[in-house]
């Protein structure tokens, strides 16, 4: 029995709808409560993407061109009562139809596993405690806790809202954030003006506040609407798509070459059946219909790996773009640094502390102020477990706590005496947060931000003589002290209170300059290597964060990102908005690495500037306010840590752990994923084409040999499968992190490739053609020919060419013991069980029959090995004389 929710949520008081969902705007619901209602109400999911059925994508398998061509090959083969023929063509079918199946089916198996991995979370009270649960565990009646960044989770009505913000334009088109308020409405308020109500999909711009969900899953606003669209197919990806243009180019060529195979064996005497058979065989084999599942599971499987090392990439087509990233421009506070922030400098008028050099100094009792505005004008939270403390909140807060904290003027009692009132939250925009407290007379205010921020806003500073009015020097004056402790990679924050009798309007104005903060925050170990591995991948590596400029080209230099030549970030306070930059100055900001100061806002402006310049951006971002940018980026890079759930639902991919080393190590696996794709499709084409060439030659020159329909299809499928795959999967080349990124508007196979595929499939066809005249001079020196001796050491020979070709596969720059080809244990399964196949079927006579197999004598058989090794030997020639590049 579903819960019943009063009609009009929206219209009904708070309290009055709480009680009737059996629930209580403190204390949430209870576990058990949930429980049940959960099991009566199911999970909130939006049930759009309805699972594809199984029958479906199985029917899928026998809608190609190539099936209907088999269909019809088949067909002829029981119209001349060729029964042997027309079976193995239905078995081929079959096949086939499993192959295409299985693929399919392990790449939706990965993005289901995916999906699963990325479940979003959601906060709740239940019990009268909050707690963080799976969003799809939600029913209605559940208190929800809701801030700034928040993807809401279920429709709910305001329970008690600060400054709550959202924004709704995914549900309905409204751009403006709405404001979000508690009062009832009147019931025809329509949906874009219930301003007491949060949906489903849409986020929380600002503030926060508490809400009793309405209505989960289906239930909602947002799944009302996707129950009427239908569910839509995942669009490919823009490889898939190029190889798609591309297999469809193929299929006309190879239809072309098939015909005029087709003619010239009748010109040349042939049996129009047969002919019409081999024909069909040869289309079948040569259309490389298999190219673009063989790309979505190499995605999907690298999506998966990928997943299983703390990175999500959340399209397909991110991980084909990661492989062409040419600039990652990354924050710097906890992606390249460690987020384990320590106070360690304390200046003001009146002294100076080092507490890296004097641990003591830190009870030094003139320091009351700072301790205040670091306790009061903070969200963070210590929470003392017994030995271990809990830290709860933003690093750098915490960092603040821990530092401000002592025994006899804990936090709790600062915090219980002085209660807040009121807050202007820190924002990157702003740089500035300020708290409004109760004090014995009137108010005071706390402010702490970014040291030029608070100067700029202080008018008057404590000194040990007393207040003096702040002026434009002593402003130089504190800027400059800020200044050279920032030079030495110390993050710098500004301290400032105001006492005042009236409550104030805004809050972080006319202030008491206190002091300056000092705090270190070391680079992460590993990010060094990460951002040298970098920049030999000829990727550039581009710092935006919003800290002192000093401050970041320290960290900078130290991890290697600036020069030691650079002298100065760029400013976000200089930096002009895209439209009025004249092209010298998007080459300097193209040019530079390091970027302070600078405003979500104009990290898109960056973005352009790098797109303007051809590059393919990554950019990391983790706050509301960059999602814009996330978007933009070709690669929006959010934290999975750090991150709201903004961020990481509108970037590409999200990091698990937070660090800029797991952004190279995507990048590497992107650039790896599309070079095993473009090994497949190499080895595919140079086989097929030497099934091409090798058929051509036979029946335009008329020799005396051929090989027959089933032996080609049979060849497809040997060669084609285990090894295509294997090779899909195979690690990443060890030189792949030294080559430059790959320009977007280089094709799958270039000129150089298509060089290379004619170049193998030539080889391999004279050779394989040459191994039945070398039999045929020297083991059997007859006058007559034997065909069908002929025709078996022509088909052996290029079975075995083909599975050894797979060992071709690798990429220049390293001996060929070494590549990860023949270094792959997955090449050398796949190759010893295509062959394993090759002679078992060998064994079993009616499958002889089918394919006419005589059995061969040893000599032909050091023939048929001699050849394979030949072609393999003329290739690895080939390859070493650097004739050949792939
Ligand atoms: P980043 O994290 O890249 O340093 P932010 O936009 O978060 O960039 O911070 C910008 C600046 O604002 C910081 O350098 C610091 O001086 C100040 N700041 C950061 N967090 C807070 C905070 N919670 N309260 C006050 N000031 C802050
Ligand atoms: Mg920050």
């Known amino acids: ?145 809701l801030e700034a960044g928040d993807m809401v989770p279920a429709d709910a009505r305001i329970a008690d809202a600060a400054q709550l913000q959202a924004d709704e334009s995914a549900l309905t088109g409204e751009s403006l954030p709405a404001d979000k308020l508690t009062d009832p409405l009147p019931e025809t308020t329509v949906l874009a003006e219930r301003v007491n109500m949060v949906h489903k999909g849409t986020f929380i711009t600002k503030g926060n506040g508490h809400a009793v969900v309405t209505a989960t899953g289906m239930r909602t606003e947002l799944g009302k609407i996707a129950g009427m669209v239908s569910a839509a197919e995942r669009a490919a990806t823009p490889l898939e798509k190029k190889l798609e243009a591309f297999s469809r180019k193929l299929i006309w060529l190879t239809l072309g070459l098939v015909v005029l195979i087709f003619i010239a064996g009748l010109l040349n005497g042939q049996q129009w059946f047969e002919m019409l058979e081999t024909s069909i065989a040869l289309a079948v084999a040569a259309i490389p219909e298999g190219l673009p599942i063989v790309a ?34 990354t924050d710097k506070t906890g992606t390249l640094t460690q987020n384990r922030i320590e106070v360690t400098n304390i200046v003001t008028a009146g002294y100076t502390l080092d507490l890296q050099a004097d641990a003591a100094a830190k009870n030094d009792p003139r320091m009351a102020v700072i301790r205040q505005v670091a306790i009061l004008c903070n969200t963070a939270e210590l929470h003392k477990e017994g030995e271990a403390v809990k830290e709860i909140g933003d690093p750098l807060e915490v960092g603040l706590l821990k530092f401000a904290d002592s025994p006899d003027a804990g936090i709790e009692a600062m915090r219980a005496a002085s209660p807040k009132l009121r807050e202007e939250p820190f924002s990157s925009e702003t740089k500035i947060m300020a708290t409004l407290h109760a004090a014995q007379q009137g108010f005071t205010v706390y402010a702490k931000g970014a040291a030029e921020e608070v100067i700029k806003r202080s008018t008057t500073i404590d000194t040990p003589e007393g207040a003096v009015a702040m002026d434009e020097a002593l402003r130089s004056t504190w800027t400059a002290k800020a200044e050279e402790l920032a030079a030495q990679g110390i993050r710098m924050i500004g301290a400032a209170y105001r006492t005042t009798p009236t409550e104030p309007a805004a809050l972080a104005e006319e202030l008491v300059f206190a002091g300056l903060i000092g705090m270190v925050d070391p680079p992460r170990e590993e990010v060094k290597a990460a951002i040298a591995e970098c920049h030999s991948a000829g990727i550039n590596v581009v710092m935006v964060t919003g800290d002192h400029p000093s401050t970041a080209l320290n960290i900078a230099k130290q991890l290697g990102i600036a020069t030691d030549e650079e002298t100065a970030a760029i400013n976000g306070s200089e930096m002009a908005a895209f439209d009025s930059l004249d092209e010298a100055e998007k080459d300097r900001w193209a040019a530079s690495h390091v970027f302070a100061r600078v405003s979500p806002g104009q990290k898109l402006d960056l973005i352009a500037v790098l797109q ?121 080349n060890p030189n792949i992190m030294k080559l430059p990124p790959r320009s977007n508007a280089e094709s799958i196979i270039d000129r150089k490739h298509w060089i290379a595929i004619g170049f193998y499939s030539v080889v391999i066809s004279i050779v394989t053609i040459g191994a039945v005249f070398v039999s045929h001079n020297t083991v059997h020196r007859s006058e007559t020919w034997n065909p069908e001796l002929c025709n078996n050491i022509l088909f052996f020979t290029l079975i075995f060419s083909q599975l050894l070709h797979v060992l071709n596969m690798h990429a220049s720059g390293t001996a060929f013991f070494r590549t990860e080809v023949f270094r792959s244990p997955r090449i050398w399964i796949a190759m010893l069980a295509s062959a394993l196949i090759v002679v078992g079927l060998y064994a079993i006579p009616v499958v002889r029959t089918a394919l006419s197999i005589h059995p061969l004598s040893m000599l032909d058989w050091v023939i048929v090995a001699g050849a394979a090794l030949t072609s393999l030997l003329i290739i690895r020639i080939g390859r070493s004389l650097k004739l050949i590049h792939q």
């Open 612 to 732: 303007d310049r051809q590059q393919v951006v990554g950019m990391t971002g983790d706050g509301v306010n960059d999602a814009p940018a996330l978007k933009k980026s070709d690669i929006g890079i959010a934290m999975g840590l750090r991150g709201t759930q903004v961020a990481q639902d509108v970037a590409d991919m999200v990091l698990k752990d937070d660090s800029f080393t797991s952004i190279v190590y995507a990048i590497r696996e992107g650039r790896i994923i599309f070079d095993n794709i473009r090994k497949v499709v190499i080895y595919l084409l140079s086989c097929n084409l030497s099934e091409l060439l090798i058929i051509a030659t036979a029946s335009v020159l008329g020799l005396h040999f051929q090989l027959f329909a089933l032996q080609i299809l049979f060849i497809n499928l040997v060669t084609d499968v285990l090894p295509a795959l294997a090779l899909g999967v195979v690690a990443g």
């Open 1 to 145: 029995m579903p819960t019943t929710t009063p009609n009009a949520p929206h219209a009904t008081p708070i309290a009055e709808f709480a009680t009737a969902l059996g629930t209580d705007v403190q204390a949430g619901l209870t576990a058990a409560a949930a429980g049940e209602k959960l099991t009566a109400d199911g999970p909130n999911t939006i049930e759009q993407e309805r699972k594809r059925s199984i029958w479906l994508m199985l029917w899928a398998q026998f809608k190609s061109p190539i099936v209907l061509l088999l269909v019809v090959a088949a067909g002829l083969s029981f119209g001349f009562k060729e029964w042997l023929d027309g079976i193995a063509i239905l078995v081929v079918i079959a096949i086939n139809a499993a192959i295409g199946f299985y693929m399919e089916f392990q790449a939706e198996l990965s993005m289901n596993a995916l999906k699963r991995m990325s479940a979003v979370p959601a906060k709740v009270v239940r019990d009268g405690k909050v707690v963080e649960i799976d969003a799809t565990q939600l029913v209605a009646g559940d208190l929800l806790f």
């Open 296 to 329: 979505t599971m190499a995605l999907a499987q690298g999506m998966l790996r990928m997943a299983r090392q703390q990175v999500i990439v959340k399209r397909l087509s991110a991980v084909e773009t990661l492989g062409g990233t040419s600039v990652i421009c």
